[in-house]
T-cell receptor, first 115, second 113 residues
C-alpha cells in the first residue's frame, strides 16, 4: 500500500480564494509526523508545515493550515487567500519508525492560481 | 549561512562511469538526508545520517550507491557503474537536532547517457 496518497494531480484556484489539497496516509505506528512541502518550478523544496501525531491542535503557519483528522488518516493542507506565487507542486510527506528517520513523499498536486 | 548547498548542479555521464555528489548542510544541523526524485514523482528516501553515523538506508537502494559523512559536516553520495535508470534529481536535506522539518538543497541533476 502507498504510504502517502495525493489524489489530486492538478488543482486550480482563483486568486484570493482558499484551497484544500488532499493527503491521506497509511501507517501502523503510533508516533509519526506529517509534512507539506512546496516545490516551485525552480525546483527547490520548501518546508511549509508540520503536524506530529500527538499534537492535539491543527498546525498553522501564516496562510497555511493542516487539517489533521487522525481517525480518517488524512492531513489536508489549506491555503487561505491564494496568491499567484502559490502556483507550484505541493507534496505531502510522512516520517515514521521508532527513530522517525524514514520519510515518504506523495506524488504531489500541481496548484495553479488564476488571476 | 544561506542554506543547503549541493555540487555539482548538473552532471552528465556515460553509462558505467562512477559519479560523486557533494552536499553541505546548514552548519548547525546534525541530521542529513539524501533523496532521489524523478520527473512527476515525489522525492524517494535514500539514506539518513545523524552526525557522522549512517542510521537509515532504503531497502530499495542498490549496492552501487554509497554515502558518507566523515566528519559529521558535508556528505558525499557515490553511484558506481551508473545505469540509465539512475538519471534523476538527487536532493540533499538537513534538519536541526530535535526537529523534523527538513531544509532542502537545490539538487544535482544526473543524466546518464
Amino acid at each position: 500500500a502507498q504510504k502517502i496518497t495525493q489524489t489530486q494531480p492538478g488543482m486550480f484556484v482563483q486568486e484570493k480564494e482558499a484551497v484544500t489539497l488532499d493527503c491521506t496516509y497509511d501507517t501502523s505506528d503510533q508516533s509519526y509526523g506529517l509534512f507539506w512541502y512546496k516545490q516551485p518550478s525552480s525546483g527547490e523544496m520548501i518546508f511549509l508545515i508540520y503536524q506530529g501525531s500527538y499534537d492535539e491542535q491543527n498546525a498553522t503557519e501564516g496562510r497555511y493550515s493542516l487539517n489533521f483528522q487522525k481517525a480518517r488518516k488524512s492531513a489536508n493542507l489549506v491555503i487561505s487567500a491564494s496568491q499567484l506565487g502559490d502556483s507550484a507542486m505541493y507534496f505531502c510527506a510522512m516520517r515514521e519508525g521508532n527513530t522517525g528517520n524514514q520519510f515518504y513523499f506523495g506524488t504531489g498536486t500541481s496548484l495553479t492560481v488564476i488571476p | 549561512d544561506t542554506g543547503v548547498s549541493q555540487d555539482p548542479r548538473h552532471k552528465i555521464t556515460k553509462r558505467g562511469q562512477n559519479v560523486t555528489f557533494r552536499c553541505d548542510p546548514i552548519s548547525e544541523h546534525n541530521r542529513l538526508y539524501w533523496y532521489r526524485q524523478t520527473l512527476g514523482q515525489g522525492p524517494e528516501f535514500l539514506t539518513y545520517f545523524q552526525n557522522e553515523a549512517q542510521l537509515e538506508k532504503s531497502r530499495l537502494l542498490s549496492d552501487r550507491f554509497s554515502a558518507e559523512r566523515p566528519k559529521g559536516s558535508f556528505s558525499t553520495l557515490e553511484i558506481q557503474r551508473t545505469e540509465q535508470g539512475d538519471s534523476a534529481m538527487y536532493l540533499c536535506a538537513s534538519s536541526p537536532a530535535r526537529r523534523y522539518e527538513q531544509y532542502f538543497g537545490p539538487g544535482t541533476r544526473l543524466t546518464v547517457t
